[in-house]
């Protein structure tokens, strides 16, 4: 499903979100405090927004180690990087959240952003972090959520049940990848549930942050 949508996958994030998406990963990346030395993992990396993200700034990672199981998402996000001129600072590999190719504690900072609910058993993807992420280091989790306030919540549901689908066939022309999303996030973890998940995971501090009204969490989390 992924391979099938990576070549409307950056245009639609920045159509169905209004263009918030860049901000709520932009975010992430400060909630991390790189000072321009760490090595850092982008765990779901995608078309490797957040991995390039990353390397902005005076203070961005020195280097950044992308992993995603999607062959033509990887593809799509080597080419980005290299016209970011931040190749080999940028490496891009094919991987599973659930076994994450990096020895134990070689990482100084990882983010996963809109790519822990698609994992089929998150807790392996979250101990996997916890394995590769050095003692002191900080993880930040970008995910979806469903609103609390009443009527906010309504609309939302509205939306992401009804037009996001609608929106998503259209461009991408794939039935069933934009129905998924919402799927997916009915499923997944209420914050406090994922927030212990992590504890348990191997993150014993953990910040659970709403971010526009509660549509997406940014989770902070200290080896």
């Known amino acids: 499903m992924f391979d099938a949508i990576a ?3 950056d245009l639609l994030n920045r159509v169905l979100s209004g263009g918030l998406d860049q901000w709520w990963r932009a975010k992430a990346v400060r909630a991390l405090r790189l000072t321009g030395r760490e090595t850092l993992l982008d765990l779901c990396t995608g078309t490797a927004d957040v991995a390039l993200a990353a390397t902005r700034g005076a203070n961005g990672a020195a280097r950044v180690v992308g992993i995603d199981f999607s062959h033509e998402m990887l593809r799509l996000g080597l080419a980005k990087v290299h ?3 931040v190749w080999p600072r940028v490496g891009l590999v094919r991987g599973d959240a659930a076994r994450v190719p990096l020895a134990d504690n070689s990482v100084d900072a ?3 952003a809109f790519g822990i609910r698609n994992v089929q058993q998150p807790e392996l993807a979250c101990r996997e972090l916890a394995r590769v992420v050095r003692r002191g280091g900080r993880l930040a989790v970008l995910e979806f959520g469903l609103p609390r306030a009443g009527a906010w919540r309504a609309a939302y549901l509205w939306y992401s049940n009804r037009m996001l689908p609608a929106i998503g066939r259209l461009v ?3 039935g069933s990848a934009y129905e998924y ?3 997916s996030v009915s499923r997944f973890p209420a914050p406090e549930e994922f927030g212990r998940m992590l504890q348990e995971s191997g993150f014993p501090h953990v910040t659970i942050v709403p ?3 509660g549509i997406v969490y940014l989770y902070v989390a200290e080896r």
């Open 7 to 9: 070549g409307h996958y």
């Open 83 to 85: 016209r970011r001129g």
């Open 110 to 112: 990882a983010a996963i």
């Open 172 to 174: 991408s022309r794939h």
């Open 181 to 183: 999303l919402p799927e």
């Open 211 to 213: 971010l526009t009204l």
